[in-house]
Each structure stands twice: as structure tokens, then as C-alpha cells.
């Protein structure tokens, strides 16, 4: 009796194993046999990318970002048109300013040399998107891996789903809220544009029509972005370190430098502006919050087990 009872119990824990291992948990050591060189060699050629452009670190964090997003960080937001396959590259807040790819292909060729039909486009993007970060100076997290790659794209959900530079702080708190991330983690996450560039046109009428807005640097703005025309032309989204990952960005908002109407919702008299001067004056905690915002936000419907592929070719299925 004894021994039959122990051999239900033992059943019965090999069959929750098989449905937890069915789930696909993320794991950060989920190549560490199959292809253990991985990180290093996402690693080398970020180094190589970011020191040719620094903005490529910003360019590759916010395709991570408008992955996620988009049903999930399942790397949809690199799948190519076709004639036949609408993809997400031509959705409002990608064309033309989503970049990078470019640098996702180089990486996937190098770890496809290395570890064939192995690691996902999803998690190469995952990975990259952190190195970036590292290389201008702010934190490092360990990121779950183990996602797998989506054969379908959205471009209705990119419209519509990805946050607007125009985005009122209530439409931001919700948006986010939708993908299970708090107001908090949305602050730290916008701390992201304490690098990067954003083009004229997402700014123009916040330099030229609001008023919680800094004169000078209104003025300063207003000079490489015309009231007509110039939409292309860039400008920094922290004009004080735009090449390195840190907290200036909320010492910008707080001084009502922000670049972005979405930018300054964060500190407008609402519920964010604690927080906002917080981290304005608080690095480490900011650098803390970012990291654990960047693996929840990277954990957001991830494909796994045996749901979606193994991209031979990020943009395209295979």
C-alpha cells in the first residue's frame, strides 16, 4: 500500500513537471547547453554596432520595446512585407523610424554559425536590447530566454497598441496596465529616452503650441525643427547626456525639458511627479526599477514550448 501510494505521488509530481516545463518558463540559463556562447557573441557585436552609432543602442531598446507591445515579445516587429504578409515595419509608429535591423541580421547570422536552428530572433532582440544599455552606462539585468519566434505579425495592433508620443499620462497608465505593468514600471521604462532621437514631427506641437515647457530650450528646438516642414530632422530626447544611460532625463521633465508631450505627462502635477523627482536625484534607483521593469515588460506573452519557430531568418517565417 505504502509503496503504491508513493508511486502515485511520484506520477503525480513527474506529471506537473511535464505541464510546468509545458508552460516554457523563461530562464535565463535556457541555452546554457545548447548554445553556450550565446550572450558573448550578442555581446561583441552590440559592442561593435553601438561604438560605430551610439544610437543604435536606443534604436535597438525601442524595437524591443514596440515588440512586446504587439501581442507579445515573439520578435513580430521584424518580419518583413511580402506580398502576401502584411508585417508590423509599416505601422504608424514604425515607419520610418523603426531601425536596427540591420544589426538583429548580423547578430542571428553569427549565432545561427554558431548554435544552428537554436536561438529565437525574440530572444536575440531580448539580449540585445540589454547590451545596449550596458554599453552606455547603465544597468545590466539577467534576461529570461526561451521565447519563441511568431509566424504572424499585427500591423492593426501596432497602431493601436503601441503607446503615442502624443499620449496623455492617463492613456499611458492604461496602455501599460494592458501588458500587466504598473505606473511605476511605466516611469521607469520612459527613463529609456534618456537616450535616443526623436524626429520633428513628433514634437513640433509641443515646442510650438504647449506651455508647461522650458522657454529656452523651446527656443533651442524650434531651430532645427520648423513650424512646416523638417518632419526627418532629429533631436535629442535628454539634451544633457544623449549618449549615456542615466537619470537626466528626469532631471529634463522636471525642469519642464522634456522633449515629447508624453515625456512631460510625467511630471505635469499628476501622479507621477514624485516619483519623476525621485529618480531625478536617485540614479541607483532608477538603474534598479528600469531592470526589473525590462524583464517583466520582456516576459509579456511569451511564446514557448512548442508554440510558434525557430526564425532561420528574422524577417521572414521560415
Same mark, same amino acid.
Given at each position: 500500500?505504502?509503496?503504491?501510494?508513493?508511486?502515485?505521488?511520484?506520477?503525480?509530481?513527474?506529471?506537473?513537471?511535464?505541464?510546468?516545463?509545458?508552460?516554457?518558463?523563461?530562464?535565463?540559463?535556457?541555452?546554457?547547453?545548447?548554445?553556450?556562447?550565446?550572450?558573448?557573441?550578442?555581446?561583441?557585436?552590440?559592442?561593435?554596432?553601438?561604438?560605430?552609432?551610439?544610437?543604435?543602442?536606443?534604436?535597438?531598446?525601442?524595437?524591443?520595446?514596440?515588440?512586446?507591445?504587439?501581442?507579445?515579445?515573439?520578435?513580430?516587429?521584424?518580419?518583413?512585407?511580402?506580398?502576401?504578409?502584411?508585417?508590423?515595419?509599416?505601422?504608424?509608429? +514604425?515607419?520610418?523610424? @523603426? =531601425?536596427?535591423?540591420?544589426?538583429?541580421?548580423?547578430?542571428? $547570422?553569427?549565432?545561427? &554559425?554558431? %548554435?544552428?536552428?537554436?536561438?529565437?530572433?525574440?530572444?536575440?532582440?531580448?539580449?540585445?536590447?540589454?547590451?545596449?544599455?550596458?554599453?552606455?552606462?547603465?544597468?545590466?539585468?539577467?534576461?529570461?530566454?526561451?521565447?519563441?519566434?511568431?509566424?504572424?505579425?499585427?500591423?492593426?495592433?501596432?497602431?493601436?497598441?503601441?503607446?503615442?508620443?502624443?499620449?496623455?499620462?492617463?492613456?499611458?497608465?492604461?496602455?501599460?496596465?494592458? +501588458?500587466?505593468?504598473? @505606473? =511605476?514600471?511605466?516611469?521607469?521604462?520612459?527613463?529609456?529616452? $534618456?537616450?535616443?532621437? &526623436?524626429? %520633428?514631427?513628433?514634437?513640433?506641437?509641443?515646442?510650438?503650441?504647449?506651455?508647461?515647457?522650458?522657454?529656452?530650450?523651446?527656443?533651442?528646438?524650434?531651430?532645427?525643427?520648423?513650424?512646416?516642414?523638417?518632419?526627418?530632422?532629429?533631436?535629442?530626447?535628454?539634451?544633457?547626456?544623449?549618449?549615456?544611460?542615466?537619470?537626466?532625463?528626469?532631471?529634463?521633465?522636471?525642469?519642464?525639458?522634456?522633449?515629447?508631450?508624453?515625456?512631460?505627462?510625467?511630471?505635469?502635477?499628476?501622479?507621477?511627479?514624485?516619483?519623476?523627482?525621485?529618480?531625478?536625484?536617485?540614479?541607483?534607483?532608477?538603474?534598479?526599477?528600469?531592470?526589473?521593469?525590462?524583464?517583466?515588460?520582456?516576459?509579456?506573452?511569451?511564446?514557448?514550448?512548442?508554440?510558434?519557430?525557430?526564425?532561420?531568418?528574422?524577417?521572414?517565417?521560415?
Amino acid at each position: 500500500m505504502a509503496l503504491s501510494v508513493t508511486n502515485l505521488f511520484l506520477k503525480l509530481f513527474i506529471t506537473c513537471l511535464l505541464v510546468f516545463s509545458a508552460q516554457g518558463q523563461l530562464s535565463p540559463n535556457f541555452y546554457g547547453t545548447s548554445c553556450p556562447n550565446l550572450q558573448t557573441i550578442v555581446r561583441n557585436a552590440m559592442t561593435q554596432a553601438v561604438n560605430k552609432e551610439p544610437r543604435m543602442a536606443a534604436s535597438i531598446l525601442r524595437l524591443f520595446f514596440h515588440d512586446c507591445f504587439v501581442n507579445g515579445c515573439d520578435a513580430s516587429i521584424l518580419l518583413d512585407d511580402t506580398a502576401t504578409f502584411t508585417g508590423e515595419k509599416n505601422a504608424l509608429p +514604425n515607419r520610418n523610424s @523603426a =531601425r536596427g535591423f540591420e544589426v538583429i541580421d548580423t547578430i542571428k $547570422t553569427q549565432v545561427e &554559425a554558431a %548554435c544552428q536552428n537554436t536561438v529565437s530572433c525574440a530572444d536575440i532582440l531580448a539580449l540585445a536590447a540589454r547590451d545596449g544599455v550596458v554599453f552606455l552606462n547603465g544597468p545590466t539585468w539577467n534576461v529570461p530566454l526561451g521565447r519563441r519566434d511568431a509566424t504572424t505579425a499585427s500591423q492593426s495592433a501596432a497602431n493601436s497598441q503601441i503607446p503615442s508620443p502624443f499620449a496623455s499620462l492617463s492613456n499611458l497608465i492604461s496602455m501599460f496596465s494592458a +501588458n500587466g505593468l504598473t @505606473a =511605476r514600471d511605466m516611469t521607469a521604462l520612459s527613463g529609456a529616452h $534618456t537616450i535616443g532621437l &526623436a524626429r %520633428c514631427s513628433t514634437f513640433r506641437t509641443r515646442i510650438y503650441n504647449e506651455t508647461n515647457i522650458n522657454a529656452a530650450f523651446a527656443a533651442t528646438r524650434r531651430n532645427t525643427c520648423p513650424a512646416t516642414g523638417g518632419d526627418t530632422n532629429l533631436a535629442p530626447l535628454d539634451i544633457q547626456t544623449p549618449n549615456r544611460f542615466d537619470n537626466n532625463y528626469y532631471g529634463d521633465l522636471v525642469a519642464q525639458r522634456g522633449l515629447l508631450h508624453s515625456d512631460q505627462e510625467l511630471f505635469n502635477g499628476g501622479s507621477q511627479d514624485a516619483l519623476v523627482r525621485t529618480y531625478s536625484t536617485n540614479n541607483a534607483l532608477f538603474a534598479r526599477d528600469f531592470a526589473a521593469a525590462m524583464v517583466k515588460m520582456g516576459n509579456i506573452s511569451p511564446l514557448t514550448g512548442t508554440s510558434g519557430e525557430i526564425r532561420k531568418n528574422c524577417r521572414v517565417v521560415n
